[in-house]
T-cell receptor, first 114, second 113 residues
Framework: DTAVSQTPKYLVTQMGNDKSIKCEQN?????MYWYKQDSKKFLKIMFS???????INETVPNRFSPKSPDKAHLNLHINSLELGDSAVYFC?????????????FGNGTRLTVT | DQQVKQNSPSLSVQEGRISILNCDYT??????FLWYKKYPAEGPTFLIS?????DKNEDGRFTVFLNKSAKHLSLHIVPSQPGDSAVYFC????????????FGKGTKLTVNP
């Protein structure tokens, strides 16, 4: 009964490939996010969806495309993978409209591009 | 440009003593602050938060202090337990909620038995 689950946990792939990471939350939250933790350990927001609508899109290459089929799911597709994409990607969710509602994170997907 | 700074990458304390983790921020628009705890191979988990209208918030062994004039907050853990050993992230938001949280780099706390 994991609250925010993302798959796969590990992803090793070669440069130029296309890959997807899936995320699902069963908390009934209305907003979902993708965060990236790079080699310097910073957690930075990439995207945010509220009720399937994109509300935050930070400076992320167009090769990254989030898809939210419903408010419980937010997938991340990455085209033409590059070495610099290697990082840990965290999915998260929250009640954005509920002031003070904290983020709930998944356990992360460690992406290694070789 | 780091808007949220955790200048101590690591901290080691003895079990039963106080752990004090510090965080500084530069953006005066931040009005909501959170602390997250992260174990290896897991996602960050919410620990405690504080709104800018308060200067202290307490939850069991965890207390967060906010000094707005100094743009500084700290997390106190008393008494520290070995299970508290983790990486602690400070985060801030300018919108009073979880949207667009800005995280620090984290401080690795080790509590020695």
């Amino acid at each position: 009964d994991t609250a925010v689950s993302q798959t796969p946990k590990y992803l090793v792939t070669q440069m130029g490939n296309d890959k997807s990471i899936k995320c699902e939350q069963n908390l009934g939250h209305d907003t979902m996010y993708w965060y990236k933790q790079d080699s310097k350990k910073f957690l930075k927001i990439m995207f945010s969806y509220n009720n399937k609508e994109l509300i935050i899109n930070e400076t992320v290459p167009n090769r990254f495309s989030p898809k939210s089929p419903d408010k419980a799911h937010l997938n991340l597709h990455i085209n033409s993978l590059e070495l610099g994409d290697s990082a840990v990607y965290f999915c998260a969710s929250s009640h954005a409209l509920k002031r003070g509602s904290p983020l709930h994170f998944g356990n992360g997907t460690r992406l290694t591009v070789t | 440009d780091q808007q949220v700074k955790q200048n101590s990458p690591s901290l080691s304390v003895q079990e039963g003593r106080i752990s004090i983790l510090n965080c500084d921020y530069t953006n005066s628009m931040f009005d909501y602050f959170l602390w997250y705890k992260k174990y290896p191979a897991e996602g960050p988990t919410f620990l405690i938060s504080i709104s800018s209208i308060k200067d202290k918030n307490e939850d069991g062994r965890f207390t967060v202090f906010l000094n707005k004039s100094a743009k500084h907050l700290s997390l106190h853990i008393v008494p520290s337990q070995p299970g508290d050993s983790a990486v602690y992230f400070c985060a801030a938001s300018a919108q009073g909620g979880s949207e667009k949280l800005v995280f620090g780099k984290g401080t690795k706390l080790t509590v020695n038995p």
